[in-house]
């Protein structure tokens, strides 16, 4: 929502100002498609020449993350702390047991709990991974948060591919610009021999290239380039506080105080509080007895 506020706000001061001023959208309005079609058409070509198939729609899929904000909410947190909570005490009392949670999680009456965590393969699969390096004797804390480390650096890196594809398209826009009102400059000198009302239009017609490349590209494109790499980043820590718990359990640390570790490390907006984390804490309990 707040994503729809902040582009309304961007048309309204800036056609609103001009036309405060005394400007008029006729000429705007008359040049617009033929400025936007060579501006954004080349920006598209552009952004399809430097990027893959696969980048093109993962890109054009994090578009909506503007406007939907992160995937994790505070409640996933919770979730996730719960969720973890229950794989390291079973781990602990019935490292058999676990076996049948970590090899087949759609199975697993613990992973079922939690759907939307489930639905996401990347963090089931860093914490059934390192569950089961663990029961296989790697569990050297050390060496075990480097791995996960490098592998959570890895798909952040990944992830973050869209937003700097969408702020390479913000940097060429404004030159892109350039080389549309260029063109019609060209145009008008062709026409030189009209009348100065008519030329006027026609250059007030080309510059329409020059506000638009650069009303793109600092106006929309790359307030949704940040808003994408700032909605990945804040996605990403789900994932460290993943290393996190599991990285405390090989320390060989009192369950609690593995969950804790994880409570503290979660971002102060999305934070359970610990009597409400106790409250979470408890229910799974007395549903595993």
Known sequence: MIGFVGIALIFVMVFGGYLAAGGKLGIIMKSLPFEFMMIGGAAAGAFVISNDMAAIKHTLKDVG?????????????????????ELIRLARQNPVGLEE?????????????????????????????TLRSASMNYDDPHQVEEVLEKRIEANLHHALHSP????????????????????????????????????????GGALVGTFLGVF??????????????????????????????????????????CIEVGRQNTPSHSRPSFSDLEEALKEVKSDAA
């Open 65 to 85: 993350k503007v406007f939907k904000g992160p995937k994790w909410k505070p409640e996933d947190y919770r979730d996730l702390l719960c969720l973890l909570f």
């Open 101 to 129: 949670h970590i090899e087949s999680p759609a199975d697993s009456a613990i992973f079922t709990k939690y759907p939307k965590i489930l639905g996401d393969g990347e963090g089931v699969a860093l914490i059934c991974d």
């Open 164 to 203: 700097h594809a969408m702020a390479a398209v913000s940097d060429g826009l404004p030159a892109l610009g350039i080389v549309a009102a260029v063109l019609g400059v060209i145009k008008t000198m062709a026409s030189i021999d009209q009348p100065p009302e008519i030329l006027g239009k026609m250059i």
């Open 216 to 257: 793109l590209a600092y106006g929309l494109v790359g307030p949704f380039a940040a808003k994408m790499k700032s909605v990945i980043e804040e996605d990403g820590h789900f994932y460290q506080l993943i290393r996190e718990v599991l990285v405390a359990n090989l320390h060989n640390h009192a369950t609690n105080i």
